[in-house]
Nanobody
Framework: QVQLVESGGGLVQAGGSLRLSCAAS????????MAWYRQAPGKQRELVAR???????SYGDSVKGRFTISGDNAKNTVYLQMSSLKPDDTARYYC?????????????WGQGTQVTVSS
C-alpha cells in the first residue's frame, strides 16, 4: 500500500498564493505519475495538474499559467504552487498517485486538503 499525506491548504484572499505538498510513503513501490485533483461542493472532481517521474507536466485549462506542479523523486513528494488564486479555486484538493507494486499498477488517493479563497 501507498499512503499519501497532503498539507498546505488553508484560507487565502483572492490574488494570493498557497503551496500544497503531498508525500507518498509505503514499501516496495515505484511512482509512475502523481497528480492533484480538486472537488468543489456540487461539482465533479477535476484534474488540476499531473507530473511524471520524468517531469513531464500537464494542467487543467482553468489553472494554466497560475499553478505550477513540481516533484522531488527522491522524497516521493509532489508540490502544487498556486498563484493568483480566485474564489473559483475554492475546493478540496486531493493528491493522487499512480504507482507500481511489483508488476501491478495501483491508483492511490490522499484524504485531501481544503483550499478556500475569499473575495
Amino acid at each position: 500500500q501507498v499512503q499519501l499525506v497532503e498539507s498546505g491548504g488553508g484560507l487565502v484572499q483572492a490574488g494570493g498564493s498557497l503551496r500544497l505538498s503531498c508525500a507518498a510513503s509505503g514499501s516496495r513501490f515505484r511512482i509512475n505519475t502523481m497528480a492533484w485533483y480538486r472537488q468543489a461542493p456540487g461539482k465533479q472532481r477535476e484534474l488540476v495538474a499531473r507530473i511524471t517521474t520524468s517531469d513531464s507536466t500537464s494542467y487543467g485549462d482553468s489553472v494554466k499559467g497560475r499553478f505550477t506542479i513540481s516533484g522531488d523523486n527522491a522524497k516521493n513528494t509532489v508540490y502544487l504552487q498556486m498563484s493568483s488564486l480566485k474564489p473559483d479555486d475554492t475546493a478540496r484538493y486531493y493528491c493522487n498517485a499512480n504507482a507500481w507494486i511489483g508488476n501491478v499498477g495501483y491508483l492511490f488517493w490522499g484524504q485531501g486538503t481544503q483550499v478556500t479563497v475569499s473575495s
